[in-house]
């Protein structure tokens, strides 16, 4: 990289980053955009390989998918696991725009699946970032875990184990990929389990954990609206359960 570019790089990257801590998230893609309009692919993605990740995400996170982003297009698998795991500091309770994000770039045109769901599962919070991104499908997941479909089942609460999902993991697919490629929550299922079998397991590990958690919440809260005196605060209380898994040494993504 030459003095001029790098000084270039360093003037723009300043700027991003200022635009981003006012908020100005548009304005911010439209600096990076106009550099690549300008300089080209080469010159952006030298821009890209040195913003932190809590910029990168602010902007990718801000997905629209009614046009094309050359930022989505030119994030790499690594420079997006960095981002996806801090995705939780903005408390998006909907997973509104996480899920957005990873369709948008998981399943962009030139982009291999596997290579960038192994880059999220190789850091700490991949796992969590992917439970996230299927909780509200946790009963669907568990169905396509047990009978290989993603129809719900009549069950007696009954799940497979972690042994049983790693050898469930390992027979042929009832579903093609073509079946279920929606660019979507079916088609990242579809792809860790037969692709990333031990993530899969590791996610739905997690996801289960999740959901627990998450249901005794709501019966904590419905005993205490029934009863005053049994109003407490509970150690499973899932405020608490959000803010231990923040990593308190994380920069704010916000």
């Given at each position: 990289m030459n003095s001029e570019t790098n000084s270039s790089a360093i003037a723009l990257i300043a700027k991003t980053q200022s635009l981003i801590a006012s908020g100005d998230i548009v304005a911010a893609e439209a600096a990076l955009?106009?550099?690549?309009?300008?300089?080209?692919?080469?010159?952006?993605?030298?821009?890209l390989e040195q913003l932190p990740a809590k910029d990168m995400l602010a902007v990718i996170r801000e997905y629209d998918n009614s046009k094309e982003s050359v930022i989505n297009l030119l994030v790499t698998p690594a420079q997006f696991a960095r981002a996806v795991v801090i995705e939780k500091q903005y408390k998006d309770l909907s997973?509104?725009?996480?899920?957005?994000?990873?369709?948008?770039?998981?399943?962009?045109?030139?982009a291999d699946s596997v290579e960038f769901l192994t880059h999220i599962g190789d850091l700490e919070g991949g796992a969590e970032a992917l439970?996230?991104?299927?909780?509200?499908?946790?009963?669907r997941i568990e169905a396509f875990?047990?009978?290989g479909l993603f129809d719900a089942v009549e069950d007696d609460g009954r799940m497979l184990s972690e042994n049983a999902l790693l050898s469930s993991a390992h027979v042929r697919p009832k579903l093609d990929?073509?079946?279920?490629?929606?660019?979507?929550?079916?088609?990242?299922?579809?792809?860790?389990?037969?692709?990333?079998?031990?993530?899969?397991?590791?996610?739905?590990?997690?996801l289960r954990a999740k959901a627990r958690a998450h249901e005794q919440?709501?019966?904590?809260?419905?005993?205490?609206?029934?009863?005053?005196?049994?109003?407490?605060?509970?150690?499973t209380d899932r405020g608490k359960i959000t803010q231990a898994a923040i990593d308190p040494d994380e920069e704010s993504a916000i």
């Open positions: 955009v106009e550099l690549a309009d300008e300089q080209g692919d080469n010159a952006l993605l030298v821009v997973r509104t725009h996480l899920r957005g994000m990873m369709n948008a770039i998981i399943f962009r045109e030139d439970a996230d991104y299927f909780s509200e499908k946790w009963s875990a047990w009978t990929e073509d079946e279920v490629a929606d660019q979507d929550w079916m088609q990242m299922a579809w792809t860790l389990r037969y692709k990333c079998p031990d993530l899969f397991v590791e996610m739905l590990l997690v919440g709501l019966m904590e809260e419905e005993d205490a609206s029934d009863d005053d005196e049994k109003i407490e605060t509970s150690a």
